[in-house]
């Protein structure tokens, strides 16, 4: 199984990155998958998370980047998105995207997700 997350970069406060996630080697659409940062010093969070198809695709948020970020998923291309919009200084963190079958109160806990990409930072300057 592999995770390959791309898209990250140096941008300025108030612009806005597209992170990918491709997958390989599992059933993707029997799959929720989801987004962690782990700012430095500091533990991994929650970012969003978009269910499996059988779950209805549907997506959940952080409160903290809610109206922000968008989660999406390509499941021809075995692809999970997450749009970054307005980006903040406090957005700086290396994102990680994972894959799992949690249940519906458990999307937001990280040990729910059995399989994990490699990361890749997302600096914001202000």
């Known amino acids: 199984v592999q995770l390959q997350a791309s898209g990250g970069g140096l941008v300025q406060a108030g612009a806005s990155l597209r992170l990918s996630c491709a997958v390989s080697?599992?059933?993707?659409?029997?799959?929720?998958m989801a987004w962690f940062r782990q700012a430095p010093g500091k533990e991994r969070e929650f970012v969003a998370t978009?269910?499996?198809?059988?779950?209805?695709?549907?997506?959940f948020y952080a409160d903290s980047v809610k109206g922000r970020f968008t989660a999406s998923r390509d499941n021809a291309k075995n692809a999970v998105y997450l749009q970054i919009d307005s980006l903040q200084p406090e957005d700086t963190a290396v994102y990680f995207c994972?894959?799992?079958?949690?249940?519906?109160?458990?999307?937001?806990?990280?040990?729910?997700?059995?399989?994990w990409g490699q990361g890749t930072l997302v600096t914001v300057s202000s």
């Open positions: 994972a894959a799992g079958r949690p249940v519906f109160s458990g999307v937001r806990d990280s040990s729910a997700y059995t399989h």
């Open positions: 978009i269910t499996r198809s059988l779950n209805g695709g549907r997506t």
């Open positions: 080697g599992l059933t993707f659409t029997t799959y929720t």
